[in-house]
């Protein structure tokens, strides 16, 4: 049996403890008041230009064809002698209220900001529990040989599903009680002035939405535990029943899975941005989920055995565990470059503005995200060899686990903050948090039942796989 160290427990504990202080600082730091943000660009650019010429234009969200701050006070002033005339202040007058949209528009994204970096958070680490009960239940249904002396790592991963899944849940229905902007179809008053998402209602109601993920999360939580608990009964089966109807379970699964986890891949993250739509958008995130996933079995395994447990694990398993790291990798790619491909050179408006928001504003990460994704796995692991050495695995692993996560941050921050991102204190916070969160969740789960699976047809041929 696995006993959780009190050294790992302590840190996940602290790595809890200072996200959610992070995190807390994080919403109070946010302004509150349009007049709150309109003192705090003027602070940062005074700081930063020490009384040059403040060009609005450089302020996050729209531009705005004022040439200076100083300038644009003093045009909203009706006491100014310039402004005397009746129709130069009518032409005011409206340039102002555009400037005040621009102003509540950027409250509005920074007010966004700790919610999304929670949201992106708590996605991430709930997507990676996802994976691995979809890569487990493959393994199942394939009745795959290699695979069952990992088993108990992968059900302890997918215990996060529960408390990873309400956490989602709750702010799903936090969105839907108007507490953010999360979800910019939520709220009438855009809905009002928005025909293509007034189109799209029928679909994009609150009700529907919470009552679909509450369908999702149930179906999954359901398998999931159904799956464990068999598992654990087939531990001291003395036939193949409980396995024939776990294999049974694992089908049905995976059916139930490929089509909700498309649904929810609109619901959860496509419908940030709800005037964009991608028919491959369900298998990109499906393809990111999976690899993080598999990636998250390879460092736990590696961990446990450099712990002295998992003495069946070798380094096949470890290997074959590599090569699916580098082979979904691959697959990420294709199925992104497909969908950029095709946008591009299309050049539908309403299908590029996606990609220009994110190539303009997101360098950075947008292009981060494909060097992790995509070159680092092809470069470190297309040596076989390199598959089989464990500290280059776990390398490997961090980067494209760093990678998904920038993924994620991508397809999120833009439709929730646009402009007005940094990676800072709430970012890394809603990390440390879901973090040792997920940490001792799936440590402690280890703790439940042995590690090595008994009474599975295939535990013999798993024990003695190597090659």
Known sequence: MYTLSSKLKLTAIIFMIVGAIGLIYGFIAAPETVEDVKEMMASEHHGEEHGEEINVEQLPGENVTVENIEGYESETSHGEGAHAEAGAEAGHGEEASHDNEHYEHILHQLQNKPWAALYVAAFF????????????????????????????????????????????????????????????????????????????????????????????????????????????????????????KNFKLAAGFLVFFIVTESMMSWDWIMSLDPHWFSTLFGWFVFASLFVSGITTIAIISIYLKSRGYLEFVNDSHIHDLAKFMFGISIFWTYLWFSQFMLIWYSNIPEEVVYFIQRIEDYQLPFFGMLITNFLFPVLLLMNSDYKRVNWFVIMTGIVILCGHYLNVYVMVMPATVGESWFIGIPEISAVLLFGGLFTFIVFNALTKAPLLVKGNPFIKESKHYHY
């Open 125 to 244: 680490f709930f997507m990676i529990s996802l994976g691995v009960l979809a890569f487990y239940a493959i393994q199942y249904a394939a009745q795959a040989g290699w695979s069952p002396v990992l088993f108990r790592v992968m059900e302890a991963i997918t215990a996060y599903l529960v408390p990873g899944g309400i956490i989602v849940f709750v702010l799903l229905v936090l969105s839907g009680l108007h507490l953010n902007h999360l979800f910019v179809w939520m709220d009438p008053e855009v809905v009002a002035h928005d025909e293509i998402i007034q189109n799209k209602t029928a679909y994009l109601n609150v009700p529907f939405f919470l009552i679909r993920a509450a369908i999702y999360l149930g179906g999954w939580i359901l398998f999931r535990q159904l799956l464990r608990k068999n598992s654990i009964k087939m531990d001291d089966a003395t036939d193949n029943r409980i396995f024939k």
